[in-house]
Every structure is written in structure tokens, then in C-alpha cells.
């Protein structure tokens, strides 16, 4: 069985600043990862993803994630935000012909 | 390519009726999951389909149904509304179930009143 858990439903940061958005997840098997993010009135636009391989990944819009196996942890960071990155992101996992979603973080940029 | 189609985009149903949302994946994706999102539940998983196969499915009362056709194409059905069926319901399409990620539909809002 999987799951995903994400600390903080808001956070808040100053534009240039640095995000970090927390994700935790369980899985029985080795995990699939995703980020999401959603704008209001939208469905979710894929961030990035891990599957295998290199354990940092890129994504779009200038975010990065880090799988950490040790630490059931997939992280997604951005060096300095900006003002049109604020919007909800979700973590999830993949397994078993679904995916489960994180409840998700309310990000907030601050001029 | 075309992206993920859901329509209605709004819909205002009265308690007791049913409903109909409809998905149009991007084309050649097999794999079409729906979810329904509300503030306080986050995304529920409520079915996926393959091949017009249902893999899998929530936690969700009978009352929530879908089907596949055989060009992808998908429907979800809510029988018996409630208020608490009031949500944005979304569509996502993908190759296939893992790796890959989804692509999601713009969703459809319905409320009950």
C-alpha cells in the first residue's frame, strides 16, 4: 500500500526566496514520486517525476526534487521564488494501477 | 496535441438526481483515473480504467460509477446525489499506470444544491 504525506498545507515565502515543500511517502514496492501543481480553477500540471535512476531530478519552472530512500523523503525545492509560483502543489505516489495524492500545499509568495 | 477534454466544466444538479461527467484523454493514452477533489478530503482516488477494463477502484459509495469505451473515452456517473458530492471531479490520463504520470483534464466543478 502507499501513501504520501506532506507537512505544512500553507507555507509562505518571500519572492527570491528559497521553496521547500516537504513530502514524505510508504510504499511496498519501490516508488514511483510525482509533483504536481495547480493553479486555481485548473487540474494539475505534472512538475516532475523519479522513477529510477539519478536521485535529483529536474523539473519544469526551475524546480528540483530529491529522492532520499532512507528517508522515505521527496522533497521539492526551488532556489528563489517567484511571484507566479505561488499555487497548490501535491506530492504523490504511484503503485498498483492508481495513484495516491498528498493533500497537498498551499504555497504562498510574498512581494 | 489535443490535452484532456472533461466536460461540463460547471454543472448544478439538485439532490436526488444523477450525473454524467464525461473524458476525452489525450490520444493513445489507455490508462484514464478520476478523482474527486473537495477542500477538506484533498484528491480521492475513485477509479481507473484500461483497455475499457476497471483496474481498480476508492473507497466511494456504489452510487459512483464510470465505464471505458474502446476509444478511451470515459464516463463517471453519481446516482442518488448528495450535498457532499459537491466537488471538482478530474479526469487523468496516461500511457500507462506507473512511471509515466498523468495528464490531468481542467475538471469538472459540480454542485449540489
Known amino acids: 500500500a502507499q501513501s504520501v504525506t506532506q507537512l505544512g498545507s500553507h507555507v509562505s515565502v518571500s519572492e527570491g526566496a528559497l521553496v521547500l515543500l516537504r513530502c514524505n511517502y510508504s510504499?511496498?514496492?519501490?516508488?514511483?514520486l510525482f509533483w504536481y501543481v495547480q493553479y486555481p480553477n485548473q487540474g494539475l500540471q505534472l512538475l516532475l517525476k523519479y522513477t529510477t535512476g539519478a536521485t535529483l531530478v529536474k523539473g519544469i519552472n526551475g524546480f528540483e526534487a530529491e529522492f532520499k530512500k532512507s528517508e522515505t523523503s521527496f522533497h521539492l525545492t526551488k532556489p528563489s521564488a517567484h511571484m507566479s509560483d505561488a499555487a497548490g502543489y501535491f506530492c504523490a505516489v504511484s503503485g498498483g494501477f492508481k495513484t495516491i495524492f498528498g493533500a497537498g500545499t498551499r504555497l504562498f509568495v510574498k512581494a | 496535441k489535443a490535452g484532456v477534454t472533461q466536460t461540463p466544466r460547471y454543472l448544478i444538479k439538485t439532490r436526488g438526481q444523477q450525473v454524467t461527467l464525461s473524458c476525452s484523454p489525450i490520444s493513445g493514452h489507455r490508462s484514464v483515473s478520476w478523482y474527486q477533489q473537495t477542500p477538506g478530503q484533498g484528491l480521492q482516488f475513485l477509479f481507473e480504467?484500461?483497455?475499457?477494463?476497471?483496474?481498480n477502484k476508492g473507497n466511494f459509495p456504489g452510487r459512483f460509477s464510470g465505464r471505458q469505451f474502446s476509444n478511451s473515452r470515459s464516463e463517471m456517473n453519481v446516482s442518488t446525489l448528495e450535498l457532499g458530492d459537491s466537488a471538482l471531479y478530474l479526469c487523468?490520463?496516461?500511457?500507462?499506470?506507473?512511471?509515466?504520470?498523468?495528464?490531468f483534464g481542467s475538471g469538472t466543478r459540480l454542485t449540489v444544491v
Open positions: 480504467y484500461f483497455s475499457e477494463t476497471q483496474r
Open positions: 487523468a490520463s496516461s500511457l500507462e499506470q506507473g512511471g509515466y504520470g498523468y495528464t
Open positions: 510504499s511496498s514496492v519501490p516508488p514511483y
